[in-house]
Structures are given as C-alpha cells and as structure tokens.
C-alpha cells in the first residue's frame, strides 16, 4: 500500500487490484452489492467543484453557529425586566431622598424630633405610591422613562413601599417593590 501513495496516478487511471463497494456506500448506482469496480481518480476539475462544496458547507455552519451565540447573547444582556427593574428603581430612590424625605420634614412637628416620627412607620412604612405617582413628581423630571416604563407596567398597579431605618436621613430607607409588569 505504501507504494502506491508514492507512485503518481496519472489521470483516469485506474487501480490494478478491483475495490469491493460496501452495501452502505452504494446510492442508486448501477453497481451491485458485492461486484469488483474499478477506481477512477477525480478530474481536477471535479476536485475543485467538492472543494468549493465544502467551502459552502462550512460557511453555512460557521454563519449558523454564529447566528446561535448572537442569539443567546442578545437573549442575555437584553433583559427587559431587568432594564425595567432598575428604572423603577432609580426613579424611587430620586422620589424618595429629593422630595418624599424633605416633604416629610416639612410635616414633622416642632415637639416632636424626626427621629420619634419616622420610629412609628419604620414596621410598616408610609403608604404605597405607586409608578404613576414616581412619574409625576417634581414637575415629571424623569417623563423621558415613561413611554418605555408603561409599555411593560400597570402604572397603578406596580407600587413601591419606603420604610425609614435608623439614621432617619434621606439614604436611610429600605424599600419594596411589587412590580406588576408583563415582560
């Protein structure tokens, strides 16, 4: 066998020894389970038409593969729930600590410190506001987030819930969100 590969095959040329064709390499050939053929060497010709075949192929599948990882990546870092989320968010700390805190300050009575007020929400905090409410205050600063923030959420629905925590400072607040959004 060695000595075949190093002789050059001329063109059309044939093999000396017949080849047995397995039952599974025969494809609507006229040729018979079992029968000797002989072995033809493809025209270059032919060569380069199953080189540009397999050009194609790979190409195809490379631009699938790829298509799949833009994919999956799109589906991953273009989250809008997690966009969303962190809108709402954002515009309820702003709500919150430049003009819920300071209208609660102007409400606080001068026998009482602001520390006695706040003590008796810090269990079950102020009342509910709700997205709309987020998105009118303080002149509709924040009307730009609102087309997108109503397209996904109910905006009488998706509520927000502030309970002040020692220091009793504008930062010092936790809050909970019910979110009631499609995504």
């Known amino acids: 066998m060695g000595k075949t590969r190093d002789k050059k095959i001329k063109k059309n040329a044939t093999l000396k020894k017949p080849v047995r064709i397995a039952s599974s390499s025969i494809h609507k050939s006229r040729v018979k389970v079992g029968e000797s ?21 790979l190409t195809v ?12 990546l799109v589906a991953v870092f273009h989250n809008p729930e997690a966009i969303i989320e962190s809108k709402i968010e954002s515009i309820a700390a702003d709500y919150y600590e430049n ?13 009482k410190s602001i520390g006695e007020l706040m003590t008796k929400y810090a269990k079950g905090g102020f009342s509910d ?11 509709r600063r924040h009307a730009d ?7 996904y959420c109910d905006p009488d629905e998706t509520l927000v819930h502030f309970y002040p925590e020692e220091p009793f400072d504008a930062k010092g607040y936790r809050v909970e969100y019910k979110y009631a959004c499609i995504f």
């Open 129 to 139: 506001v709700s997205l709309r409410q987020l998105m009118l205050f303080d002149s």
């Open 145 to 151: 987030a609102e087309a997108e923030l109503y397209k």
């Open 99 to 111: 003009y819920y805190y300071e209208k609660i300050l102007d409400n606080v009575p001068s026998d």
């Open 37 to 57: 053929v002989k072995c033809v060497r493809m025209s270059e010709k032919d060569q380069k038409s199953v080189s540009v075949v397999r050009r194609v192929i």
């Open 61 to 72: 599948i490379v631009l699938a593969m790829m298509s799949v990882i833009l994919a999956v």
